[in-house]
């Protein structure tokens, strides 16, 4: 009696599970939630109707077992059909052929529309990422109610059913209603949300049904493998191959925490489930967790806005107004948002692309390195050079303002960091959905406009600051025609160098910043000299007319020196008339003296003495040393 009452329910909870998909299909209304309930709950009345038949295999096979019994009681063991012949059983047989080849067959078909139901709900998430959902309708929000508490109850009554002997058919079903009653009040709450202005739940709580699905996928063709070394013993009753374990516990959490308290009582020892405080915490437990709810719930009114932060307060999402720093209340969330904005502080974005992977060691930072331009550094690609991002600039200012159809440009790799502050909050939320790219976008659009009217050497040279600052102020007036309420602070121009290659660390092929160093290489060596030619000109010419005049200087000294020494030589003469005059013999003697002198200087001489001449002449005659002997120069050490 209690199996044709299970095979009744069984029917009924898949006829029910139908109708309510069919139900759910309706009243979607393109609401993601709703289509990935509609995947689950089809599943799960797949598995019912499947149940249910294997159910009437089994009462088939029971009845089957009562008449044999019943028959042979009647005739006694000369019974025809007395023994174990298979061929006497054919619902029994029926039933083993059906568990051994459909039923894993059915499993594999399961799993085959869990993947196809994934299939279908990412594809469809990946087409409303930017589409607006429709809204939701009232009668929509009533039926889910409805439907949420028809699977609760029917969910609920089969539970208690399948704890029963021989009532585990009924398992695979209450479990998909009781997790169905789950999945329709996640749309229940959807829907709402939708309806208020709050699409966006739609979208979360469809990633969690996809999950579920997901991990309950795994979990069947982790099943499907195991059955296939699983030991087959006679009489031993195996767990349904299609019962979910995962779907059950979602379904049911009460078997997990009596798992709980099982562990608890192993572990201890004694039966810790039956204290008096185990029990009113298990009494308690949905109170407490209510408590709990409402408190987190209520804590949400309360809102601290820092010193350099400003927010704005939302409302059923309409602008209420602005929030000043300091302690402020609001109505619990999600009446009221708070969204923070940093409004004293300063913010900044880079033109340029990143490079994530370059990084310096602390001792690297401390020691100034020189930046070449054939190394990439803190900008750009390091893995991949030729994804640096490149900025066209003119080669001279009067090419790029003229006419000429095809001007002479230069490609610039350059790292332009851009800070801000938020002067005007209203301004800032209000004029886009994302203030902070367009402001990006409109500094871009200026910084391109700039380089490609500058000079490539002007910009690497002197005309840095004056670039700087000309940035600065083309993109805050690019910001307050578009009244955005930001402050531009600072534009910078950083790394400025050629664009690096693949081939830029091969010194022999080279690639843009090498040839270009070439180049201003080149330039230098020209310029080096063009001065010394200069410098060699410029001391030659004063080198030459200094020579002149001393050429000049000695003529003049030597003129005046040949004058005076006839000017003397001739008063001379006429002092030597007057002493010749005065005193001839002396005269003539003291001049012939004075010649010999003159003429022997230097030379040895002898006198001869008279012989009748009585004078003693004493002599040094002994010969003296050289004076250049003498000039000896003696260390002192020694």
């Known amino acids: 009696m209690e199996q044709q009452n299970s095979k009744k329910i069984g029917l009924i909870n898949g006829i029910v599970l139908l109708i309510i998909t069919l139900g759910t299909l309706y009243l979607a209304n393109e609401s993601n939630v709703a289509m990935a309930s509609v995947v689950l709950l089809g599943i799960g009345t797949l598995i019912s109707i499947f149940s249910f038949v294997q159910g009437h295999l089994i009462s ?33 047989n029926a039933r083993r052929q059906f568990e051994k080849w459909i039923v894993p067959a059915f499993s594999l078909h399961v799993l085959f529309c869990q993947i196809l139901g994934l299939y279908w709900i990412y594809s469809r998430l990946s087409d409303t990422e930017t589409a607006s959902l429709a809204q939701a309708s009232v009668m929509a929000i009533m039926f889910n109610g409805l439907f949420l508490i028809i699977l609760f109850l029917m969910g609920k009554y089969s539970a208690g059913l399948s704890r029963m002997n021989d009532q585990e058919l009924l398992r695979p079903s209450a479990s998909y209603m009781l997790l169905g009653a789950v999945v329709s009040t996640s749309v229940l709450i959807s829907q709402t949300a939708t309806y208020f202005g709050y699409p966006g739940w739609d979208r979360g709580v469809t990633w969690i049904v996809f999950i579920i699905i997901a991990i309950s996928a795994l979990e069947n063709l982790i099943t499907l493998t195991l059955e296939i070394y699983r030991p ?8 349904l191959l299609y019962d979910s374990r995962l779907i059950g516990l979602l379904g049911q959490p009460g078997s997990l925490l009596s798992t709980a308290t099982q562990a608890l009582d ?78 004293d502080e300063v913010h900044s974005f880079t033109l340029g692309i990143l490079d994530d992977n370059y990084e310096q060691n602390e001792e690297e930072k401390k020691i100034t390195r020189v930046l070449l331009w054939t190394q990439p550094h803190n900008h750009g690609s390091a893995e991949n050079l030729d994804k640096n991002m490149n900025m066209i600039v003119a080669s001279d200012v009067d090419i790029a303002g003229s006419d000429s159809k095809t001007p002479s440009v230069n490609l610039l790799t350059v790292s332009i960091p851009v800070q801000y502050r938020i002067s005007n909050l209203t301004n800032w939320i209000e004029q886009t959905d994302n203030t902070g790219k367009l402001l990006q976008g409109l500094a871009m659009r200026e910084v391109t406009q700039f380089l490609i009217g500058a000079d490539i050497d002007n910009l690497m040279g002197a005309g840095y600051t004056d670039a700087q600052t000309s940035l600065q102020k083309k ?63 410029a001391g030659k010419v004063p080198q030459a007319q200094a020579s002149a005049a001393e050429f000049v200087s000695k003529a003049k000294i030597d003129s005046t020196n040949k004058v005076a020494i006839a000017q003397a030589e001739a008063k001379r003469f006429a002092n030597q008339i007057t002493a010749f005059e005065g005193a001839r013999s002396v005269y003539t003697t003291r001049m012939k003296l004075e010649s010999f002198q003159a003429a022997t200087k230097g030379s040895r001489k002898y006198i001869l003495s008279d012989p009748a001449n009585r004078d003693v002449i004493n002599l040094e005659l002994q010969d003296q040393l050289r004076s250049d002997l003498l000039d000896v120069t003696v260390d002192s050490e020694n």
């Open 475 to 537: 993109i805050q007036t690019q910001a307050n025609a578009h009244n955005l309420g930001a402050e531009i602070l600072f534009v910078g121009l950083q790394h400025i160098h050629p664009p690096v290659g693949q081939n830029e660390n091969s010194k022999e092929s080279g690639g843009v910043a090498e040839n270009y160093e070439k180049v201003i290489v080149a330039q230098l060596n020209a310029e080096t000299n063009r001065l010394g030619a200069i410098l060699y000109s």
């Open 60 to 92: 088939r096979e029971q009845d089957e077992e009562l008449e044999m019994q019943a028959l042979d009681q009647t005739r006694g063991n000369e019974s025809l059909f007395a023994g174990t012949a298979e061929d006497a059983y054919p619902a029994r």
């Open 266 to 343: 192993y572990q201890f020892g004694f039966k810790v489930s039956e204290t008096w405080f185990y029990r009113y915490i298990e009494q308690k437990l949905a109170l407490i967790i209510s408590i709990q709810f409402l408190v987190l719930f209520f804590s949400s009114s309360f809102v601290v806005i820092n010193a350099n932060e400003k927010a704005t307060l939302e409302r059923f999402g309409s602008l209420k107004g602005m929030i000043e720093p300091g302690f402020h209340l609001k109505l619990p969330w999600p009446i009221d948002k708070i969204y923070r904005f940093k409004t």
């Open 232 to 239: 087959r013993i006679d009489g031993k009753k195996a767990r």
